[in-house]
């Protein structure tokens, strides 16, 4: 009895004590908060790497990162300052806009918030997509994704690409096929449909004629299908399968929806985009007639002024982890020229440079053309810009990054005001970089090495590190010897390893730094000397981070490798 009676007030209490507990609030879940960080603060990438912050969006002076309460704390203990905005909230819509106008900015207060980033860019947060068709036709917009990418702190060499200026009797023929009857053609097809609007079922016509038209030139294009507000829209989709390494991948695109101020009824969208689709109809006309190494995938984007809508579901459900995207083409207003002789503006990001510097190069001597390369980060609102999501490589060329064409969005944006002489010679320009992107199999030439590889060894001393790396490649019929190619852009300034022809088909290479990426191509030469074209790319990246240790160090390269 006594013990019984002993143990009976532990039992009351402990039953209290779940009692109590059960009444306590569970521990609640912060979700996650956008802020926006300034550039240039010391180590700044390598420390959004160390924690795998979400970048959303990169602008000229800032990035737009989502981070958790604790990578926020982080930040700042490692000193990183940042602005708060406000918590993230799957359910609703995000994206950055181009807001010029007060009374542009009022109206869009009235459909949710705006918070300035930078400049004339905006952070704005609605309730639904269908709140967008209410936006100022006068507004660019770009839709955040749902996820980031995380940045990788990169050593950039900061050259200019350079190309040979010699012409290339190839790229002439290519580049002489560019048809301003056929340009003309297109255009006005396209603005025969009245609008083009996303939501309109003009735009499915549209959609279906392009999808027609690659299936004319004996192509297999596929929709991509997406739902915006409840309206059907098409992404159209072809490729030209590439005859070496199919799974390296050169894009060219354009947007085909149009809109204006009477949007549902009247959006001839001439110079926006009926002439960037144009250009890349007669791009996919011109070099079906040609064998590629790597394969050209041509797509026509929907819902661009939507917010880019059409061009962020590819990145998001259509990118191939078997494929490499070698670089992207982005053509936007390419017809419109407001004084003689107009440049054509190629607009890039560091990551791009090469591909801006390339484009430039081509227009240039095959244009021809006056062009100039600008690097801008706030230009985002173009379907490049879905690509630098990604960190691909991806260029928009256009007649002027300020868009001074007076037709702007409006109804008067007609082939009557288009400049077909400028208009060729943007189309020239570009198609010539598509095709230098995908090699065009010469006839007479020996073919490229194929199945190109690499393995590697890691040495580390307490001064210094090492990388060795071993290509092979498989021998091509007839070939007198080798040559092996490295740089450190993906592109361009390529140094030629051997002084002689290497007469077997491997090669070994010490690096003497770690800090640089490095990028490797093998051609194959004949016994009368002729050069066939690079074989596909292999990289090894810079290590990131000077504490990492080596087995991180090797992890890392191993993975790059693999993509």
Known sequence: MRRYRAK???YIILGLLFLFLGFLPSKTV???RLIQVAKNQPNLEAILFQEQIECL???AQSYLLKAGRVECLNLRRQGINFRFLPFYDPTKVYLVARIRQETELDLIKTLGLAVKLEENDFLVVIRSLEVLDEFPVTVKKKLLPASGLVLTPQTWLGEEYTWRLAPDELYENLANQVSTDNLLYQVTALQNFG???TLTSNCLSAGQYLYDYFLSLGLQPRYQEFYLGGYLCRNVIADLPGQSYPEQVAIICAHYDSTSDQRWTLAPGADDNASGTAAVMEAARILKNYPLDFTVRFILFSAEEQGLVGSQYYVQ??????ETILGVINLDMIAYADQRPEDLDVIGNVASSWLADLTVNMTQVYGVAPAKKIIDYSFIYSDHASFWNKNIAAICAIEDENVPNPYYHKTSDTVDTLNFEFFQSSSRGTLVTLADLAQPIRPGYPP???????SLSYYASIFSSLRKVYLIWSQVPGAS???LYRGNY??????KLNSNLIGENGYQDILLSSDLPYYYAVTAVDAQGRESNFSKLLMIPADIGSGSSLLSQWQRLIFGLRN
């Open 448 to 454: 490229s090495p194929k199945q190109f590889s690499l």
């Open 8 to 10: 009976q007030p532990s």
């Open 57 to 59: 969006q990169e602008l």
């Open 195 to 197: 609008t083009r609007y």
């Open 481 to 483: 010897g080798y040559n």
């Open 317 to 322: 459900d259509k990118l191939n982890p078997e």
């Open 490 to 495: 993906p592109r361009g300034h390529y140094q």
């Open 30 to 32: 912060v979700p996650p």
